[in-house]
């Protein structure tokens, strides 16, 4: 069957430290992997997108990688910020643009000063 | 910045009621969804919507729901009647027909809807 699993468990760490969160997904290839923040009651924010052809991508302290071998995204934020705390949400865009996005279920980080 | 706009916030319906819920895309957007999220799971899609017309749709999208766009600005998720396990978080979503990338969706704050 088709899955998406993200770290289920929420993801304690101090301020200053790098958080990496991991997606994984199975029985899907997708052209596109989206990560998303979401705060309590709120919509999804876009943050990073990445091509199927594309290993890693930065943007300004965040950082994705994406191994279509081994199906797996991982979203870094280093020198985490306490205002970093929130829900993170792995999306799949299976044919790559202007389509419905398949999202996890998302990891919780909590940034501790 | 732009952003997508809904309305309303919060409703409250009876089952069995009809609601409609009122969003607002970004302006220069072509592309348009809606999701929803049951409190405590996941972001699930619901319909997408380009070129007046349904481009895809999911199992939860069934008959009694439909999508419209009225006017140049609006564009609304109708439930006909609405049953208790509708309650959920709406989201409406946009995406310009144009990168940087293509598919990036833009997403409103929500409407939470409770159905009694």
């Known amino acids: 069957s088709q899955k998406i699993e993200q770290n289920s468990e929420a993801l304690n760490i101090q301020e200053g430290k790098t958080a990496t969160l991991t997606c994984n997904y199975t029985?899907?290839?997708?052209?596109?992997l989206q990560w998303y923040r979401q705060d309590p009651g709120r919509g999804p924010v876009f943050l990073l997108l990445?091509?199927?052809?594309?290993k890693e991508k930065r943007k300004e302290r965040l950082k994705v990688t994406f191994d279509t071998t081994l199906k797996q995204s991982l979203f870094h934020i280093t020198a985490s910020q306490p205002a970093d705390s929130a829900t993170y949400l792995c999306?799949?865009?299976?044919?790559?643009?202007?389509?419905?996005?398949?999202f996890g279920a998302g990891t919780r980080l909590a940034v501790h000063p | 910045e732009p952003e997508v706009t809904q309305t309303p916030s919060h409703q409250v319906t009876q089952m069995g009621q009809e609601v409609i819920l009122r969003c607002v895309p970004i302006?220069?957007?072509?592309?348009f969804y809606w999701y929803r999220q049951i409190l405590g799971q996941k972001v699930e899609f619901l319909v997408s919507?380009?070129?007046?017309?349904?481009?895809?749709k999911s199992e939860i999208f069934d008959d009694q729901f439909s999508v419209e766009r009225p006017d140049g600005s609006n564009f609304t998720l109708k439930i006909r009647s609405t049953k208790l396990e509708d309650s959920a978080m709406y989201f409406c979503?946009?995406?310009?027909?144009?990168?940087?990338?293509?598919?990036?969706?833009?997403f409103g704050p929500g409407t939470r809807l409770l159905v009694l």
């Open positions: 302006s220069n957007h072509l592309y």
């Open positions: 990445i091509r199927e052809n594309e």
């Open positions: 919507f380009y070129n007046n017309e349904i481009s895809e």
């Open positions: 999306a799949l865009d299976i044919y790559g643009g202007y389509n419905k996005l398949i």
């Open positions: 979503a946009s995406s310009p027909h144009t990168g940087p990338p293509g598919g990036t969706q833009y």
């Open positions: 029985n899907y290839s997708p052209a596109y």
